[in-house]
């Protein structure tokens, strides 16, 4: 197995979850399948000279393709968005969660076949063999993942157009594609930042690489110092995603503000931080909380969310947040991200037999990182949000009214209780889920809140058990 696996790795340690959201109204399983293609590109070394004839054929056939696969792909997903909803009162909440699905379809179909212009149709040999080298920094990533991020911005606007338009809201496509455009770009630049700066430390200082090979572990310190550096600004880059007011100045502020207050001192969590975000005419109702220390915690309410639910319902979407922060979940995620670069290596390791070069490398590690992504951290996601609403019912001392809110915001988003996504079960479920436990604890939920807080625990100690033995091992392990 090559012996750059050591670095593809550390490379694999991305940013997941700077943010936990309460609310549908970002459906972040595509935002997260964005890291698919950026590996798939970063893993990619070049093998083949590539003729300047070949070049122009293999960036033609690309573009042909990617324009076919999103006419199809539209055509297609139209046609499975609104087939069998004829009745306009039972149309809305089917036609949502369609709309949830087809999103998804289509960011697995199109992350597939980028992964195949990268590997077969050669798509950086070609570019360089045209352009320019591709290690120019972010300049040459962001051009190479045009033919995934086109199509990518493009669909989802139209899904985001489609999806307000259910909800009796009329916005302009040009205004759909401006925000996706914002958003995509917010979200992309710190798993392209992360990356490029490993690969320039790596590559650009004379010895470093050698360095790394023989010793491993100082690769994991590097790569994780330089993730925990994102993770300590995730919320500053999250910040610019939104128009926002703090609290105190919107007219909500001064019923809330005791309200919220009351919560923090119960809770013995810092809130100092709340901003309503002004979604103004896409009326989205959303919460969430962001940053890793009490200095830089912040939460966001949405202005729809505030007129959609009374006060003491916001209050329990806001215990819902600060239960993210009461189970360290944000610092979880950083655990888990770190645990990515482990599951990458070791799932190489079982996978050496079927390895032979370095197009095979690459397939391997695309299809682990998407295994981990979307079946390891979209469990762990799942739990987050289960015990988050846990604790807010603990919180405010009432599950029905943490239900109450938690169906409101399904109303209010105009999305079915029966969607799921990769960060959240269905609100349906998590409703079912707090009743059964209100029934089993009679209503107090201290004991549940403090076997959670120890499973937590033991799980944490678990995942650092097994990096601490990788580590150990690895100059040891047949890589």
């Known amino acids: 197995m090559p012996n750059s696996l050591f670095r593809t790795g550390f490379s694999c340690m991305l940013p997941l979850g700077p943010a936990y959201w309460c609310g549908y109204a970002m459906d972040f399983v595509t935002i997260f399948l964005l890291l698919i293609p950026v590996i798939a590109l970063y893993v990619r070394t070049p093998t083949a000279l590539v003729s300047t004839g070949e070049a122009a054929l293999n960036l033609g056939l690309v573009v042909v393709i990617t324009l076919l696969f999103l006419g199809i792909a539209t055509a297609f997903l139209h046609a499975y968005i609104f087939r069998r909803t004829r009745h306009a009162a039972a149309r809305d909440g089917e036609v949502s969660l369609r709309l949830g699905r087809a999103g998804q379809f289509f960011v697995y179909g199109l992350a597939g076949l980028y992964f195949a212009q990268v590997h077969y149709l050669l798509l950086k040999e070609s570019f360089e063999a045209i352009f320019f080298p591709s290690e120019w920094f972010m300049v040459s990533d962001l051009l190479l993942l045009q033919p995934f991020l086109v199509p990518f911005v493009l669909f989802r606007a139209w899904i985001s157009k489609l999806g307000m338009r259910v909800r009796g809201l009329e916005v302009s496509y040009?205004?759909?594609?401006?925000?996706?455009?914002?958003?995509?770009?917010?979200?992309?630049?710190?798993?392209?930042?992360?990356?490029?700066?490993?690969?320039?430390?790596?590559?650009?200082?004379?010895?470093?690489?050698?360095?790394?090979?023989?010793?491993?572990?100082?690769?994991?310190?590097?790569?994780?110092?330089?993730?925990?550096?994102?993770?300590?600004?995730?919320?500053?880059?999250?910040?610019?995603?939104?128009?926002?007011?703090?609290?105190?100045?919107?007219?909500?502020?001064?019923?809330?503000?005791?309200?919220?207050?009351?919560?923090?001192?119960?809770?013995?969590?810092?809130?100092?931080?709340?901003?309503?975000?002004?979604?103004?005419?896409?009326?989205?109702?959303?919460?969430?909380?962001?940053?890793?220390?009490?200095?830089?915690?912040?939460?966001?309410?949405?202005?729809?969310?505030?007129?959609?639910?009374?006060?003491?319902?916001?209050?329990?979407?806001?215990?819902?947040?600060?239960?993210?922060?009461?189970?360290?979940?944000?610092?979880?995620?950083?655990?888990?991200?770190?645990?990515?670069?482990?599951?990458?290596?070791?799932?190489?390791?079982?996978?050496?037999?079927?390895?032979?070069?370095?197009?095979?490398?690459?397939?391997?590690?695309?299809?682990?990182?998407?295994?981990?992504?979307?079946?390891?951290?979209?469990?762990?996601?799942?739990?987050?949000?289960?015990?988050?609403?846990?604790?807010?019912?603990?919180?405010?001392?009432?599950?029905?009214?943490?239900?109450?809110?938690?169906?409101?915001?399904?109303?209010?988003?105009?999305?079915?209780?029966?969607?799921?996504?990769?960060?959240?079960?269905s609100i349906h479920a998590r409703v079912k889920r707090l009743a059964a436990l209100s029934r089993k604890y009679q209503g107090d939920f201290t004991r549940p809140v403090a076997k959670a807080i120890g499973a937590n625990a033991g799980i944490a100690l678990g995942l650092i058990g097994l990096f601490v033995y990788t580590m150990m091992e690895l100059g040891d392990l047949p890589l």
């Open 174 to 425: 040009r205004s759909e594609l401006v925000r996706q455009l914002r958003t995509t770009s917010l979200l992309l630049a710190p798993q392209l930042l992360y990356l490029n700066v490993y690969r320039s430390i790596v590559q650009d200082i004379p010895g470093l690489d050698d360095i790394f090979t023989e010793h491993p572990l100082l690769g994991f310190v590097v790569a994780g110092t330089l993730l925990f550096t994102l993770f300590v600004f995730s919320p500053y880059f999250i910040r610019l995603l939104f128009t926002r007011v703090e609290l105190r100045h919107h007219a909500a502020g001064p019923e809330l503000l005791p309200m919220l207050d009351s919560l923090a001192r119960r809770s013995r969590i810092t809130l100092d931080r709340v901003y309503v975000w002004l979604t103004r005419e896409r009326r989205i109702a959303n919460a969430a909380v962001s940053g890793l220390f009490r200095q830089q915690r912040a939460v966001f309410l949405t202005d729809h969310l505030l007129s959609s639910l009374t006060p003491p319902e916001v209050v329990a979407v806001v215990a819902h947040e600060l239960g993210h922060t009461r189970f360290l979940h944000l610092l979880f995620n950083f655990l888990l991200a770190i645990m990515s670069g482990i599951f990458v290596i070791w799932g190489m390791l079982l996978l050496d037999s079927f390895i032979h070069s370095q197009e095979d490398v690459g397939v391997a590690i695309v299809l682990l990182e998407a295994v981990y992504i979307t079946v390891v951290f979209g469990l762990f996601a799942r739990r987050f949000e289960r015990q988050a609403d846990l604790y807010a019912a603990h919180a405010v001392g009432s599950a029905q009214l943490v239900c109450a809110a938690l169906l409101k915001l399904a109303t209010a988003n105009g999305v079915s209780v029966k969607r799921s996504t990769l960060t959240h079960p």
